[in-house]
């Protein structure tokens, strides 16, 4: 995978404190990791880096837009991103024998190292900023921003399979009331 040199952090020179960096995020970024299921992204990502002398608090800042697909009617929309994460970078010895350390919001590099790489945190943020469910929103009147005919349709099948119930459990019915 091609190193994203711009997403190099090099630490070892900034004075203790907080430092902002601002990162504009495009399709480009994602080539690295494979094809992904949005597209058209236009994400800002604010980092806020706390040098601290054995650690730092790394405080990133999702927000933006992408272009994903309808859960209910398969058309594409434009998702608005908002969401922030923390993460800590620990200074250590031997960051190998801490690798199975259970915690992920928690990464060890070693004392020796200059830079540290965001790269990867970010690709992981942005994911996460997505939900997993992703369906039109409603537009200011309380209307599903999805395709009337697929709404239509699916209300049709809806209709059908309720008026199809299976006859197995028809003897169930009169117990619902119990």
């Known amino acids: 995978m091609k190193q994203l040199r711009e997403f190099d952090i090099a630490f070892v020179g900034l004075?203790?404190?907080?430092?902002?960096?601002?990162?504009?995020?495009?399709?480009?970024?994602?080539e690295n990791y494979g094809p992904q299921d949005f597209s058209d992204c236009k994400a800002t990502v604010k980092l806020q880096f706390d040098?601290?002398?054995?650690?730092?608090?790394?405080?990133?800042?999702i927000g933006g837009s992408i272009t994903v697909t309808c859960?209910?009617?398969?058309?594409?929309?434009?998702?608005?991103?908002?969401?922030?994460?923390?993460?800590?970078?620990?200074?250590?010895?031997?960051?190998e024998e801490l690798e199975g350390d259970a915690d992920p919001e928690v990464t060890y590099i070693s004392k020796t190292e200059s830079h540290y790489n965001v790269a990867g945190l970010i690709y992981e943020f942005i994911n996460l900023s997505i939900p997993m469910q992703r369906i039109h929103p409603v537009d200011s009147e309380g209307k599903s921003g999805c395709d009337p005919?697929?709404?239509?349709?699916?209300?049709?099948?809806?209709?059908?399979?309720?008026?199809?119930a299976n006859p197995i459990w028809k003897g169930l019915e009169k117990f619902k009331d119990n």
């Open 51 to 61: 040098k601290k002398s054995n650690f730092f608090m790394l405080k990133f800042e």
């Open 149 to 164: 005919k697929v709404l239509e349709m699916l209300e049709k099948m809806n209709d059908q399979e309720q008026q199809k």
């Open 71 to 95: 859960d209910r009617c398969g058309q594409p929309f434009e998702l608005q991103l908002w969401d922030d994460f923390e993460h800590v970078v620990k200074l250590v010895e031997a960051p």
């Open 15 to 30: 004075k203790p404190g907080v430092h902002s960096f601002q990162y504009q995020i495009t399709d480009s970024f994602f």
